[in-house]
């Protein structure tokens, strides 16, 4: 199976601030990497497929770049909505694995 | 409006069963590949399992192979999941999603928690 593995597993950051997630396949997945955001009580959504694929109606503050094992997600301007847990996921080969899970909190 | 709707869930003692059900509507749901998504509570998510849109191939995680088995009724617009020997480390919410070829997992239900505990 595929090891997905994210860091930081948590961050703290203010309103306005740039920030950038990573996530690190233990072998190549090409660009078959996803990016999801879930807030608390609620079913993850998708931001980012292809690595580096907006998902329609997601804000472009958002962007993902990547590929082959090493792969970031960027958020250009923290704004409060944002503040959620956010996970990468390969869907290269089955099973479908994801990473830990990268929790954004506000300092 | 595309929605998907979970029902099933519930409290099961260790070793027990349990049937979830995925209804969907608002898209051609032959057409779409679909999976299985747990979380385990305070926990990451955990892909499950996957089907084919017509229902031909299934694929596992190792951890539920042998003990889950997951099908669709295309007819009916239904997912399902039939869990047996169900353990604690099964105790999570599952959802179901929806896979887009051309993007990914891009619909998901609210989710149904399943609770394994004598």
């Known amino acids: 199976d595929i090891q997905m593995t994210q860091s930081p597993s948590s961050l703290s950051a203010s309103v306005g601030d740039r920030v950038t997630i990573t996530c690190r396949a233990s072998?190549?997945?090409?660009?078959?990497l996803i990016w999801y955001q879930q807030k608390p009580g609620k079913a993850p959504k998708l931001l980012i497929y292809?690595?580096?694929s907006l998902q329609s109606g997601v804000p472009s503050r958002f962007s993902g770049s990547g590929s082959g094992t090493d792969f970031t997600l960027t958020i250009s301007s923290l704004q409060p909505e944002d503040f959620a847990t956010y996970y990468c996921q390969q869907n290269y080969s089955t099973p479908y694995t994801f990473g830990q899970g990268t929790k954004l909190e506000i300092k | 409006e595309v929605e998907l709707l979970e029902s099933g869930g519930g409290l099961v003692q260790p070793g027990g069963s349990l049937r979830l059900s995925c209804v969907v509507s608002?898209?051609?749901?032959?057409?779409?590949?679909m999976s299985w998504v747990r979380q385990a509570p305070g926990k990451g998510l955990e892909w499950v399992s996957g089907i084919s849109g017509s229902g031909g191939s299934t694929y596992y995680v190792d951890s539920v192979k042998g003990r889950f088995t997951m099908s669709r009724d295309n007819s009916k617009n239904t997912l399902y999941l039939q869990m047996n020997s169900l353990r604690a480390e099964d105790t999570a919410v599952y959802y179901c999603?929806?896979?887009?070829?051309?993007?990914?997992?891009?619909?998901w239900g609210q989710g149904t928690l399943v609770t394994v505990s004598s």
């Open positions: 608002g898209f051609t749901f032959s057409s779409y590949d």
């Open positions: 999603a929806k896979f887009n070829q051309g993007t990914a997992f891009d619909d």
């Open positions: 072998q190549s997945i090409s660009s078959y």
């Open positions: 292809a690595a580096s």
